[in-house]
């Protein structure tokens, strides 16, 4: 599987934006999805995860309750949806699979990494 996200861009603190990740071939269901944010100078870190089946969802403790994390089979696609957005969510997101997973992910554990979209948060 090939993967492509996309849906960055620059938004104020407060605002909302949604990623998507478009997957390439017929075995985007069997992997568990990822999206992962990086800073300059900073190393890769765990955002949100669901697993294969999109029955359980993961956050790291400073995203929770402000996005979400989907998945759409049929359109071999993931998603995160991301609302009341601060400064420091700034960075290049990216998506990243991996085969069989759940939805705790880990940056060192994906099969198979998209290029990322930077979300630029303004104060």
């Known amino acids: 599987v090939q993967l492509q996200a996309s849906g960055g861009g620059l938004v104020q603190a407060g605002g909302s934006l949604k990623l998507s990740c478009a997957a390439s071939g017929r075995t985007f269901s069997s992997y568990g999805m990822g999206w992962f944010r990086q800073v300059p100078g900073k190393e890769r870190v765990f955002v949100a995860g669901i697993n294969r089946f999109g029955s359980t969802t993961y956050y790291t403790d400073s995203v929770k309750g402000r996005f979400t994390i989907s998945r759409d089979d049929v359109k071999n696609t993931a998603y995160l949806q991301m609302n009341s957005l601060k400064p420091e969510d700034t960075g290049v997101y990216y998506c990243?699979?991996?085969?069989?997973?759940?939805?705790?992910?880990?940056?060192?554990?994906?099969?198979?990494w998209g290029k990322g979209t930077l979300v630029t948060v303004s104060s």
């Open positions: 990243a699979g991996k085969l069989y997973g759940t939805s705790r992910l880990s940056e060192d554990g994906m099969d198979v």
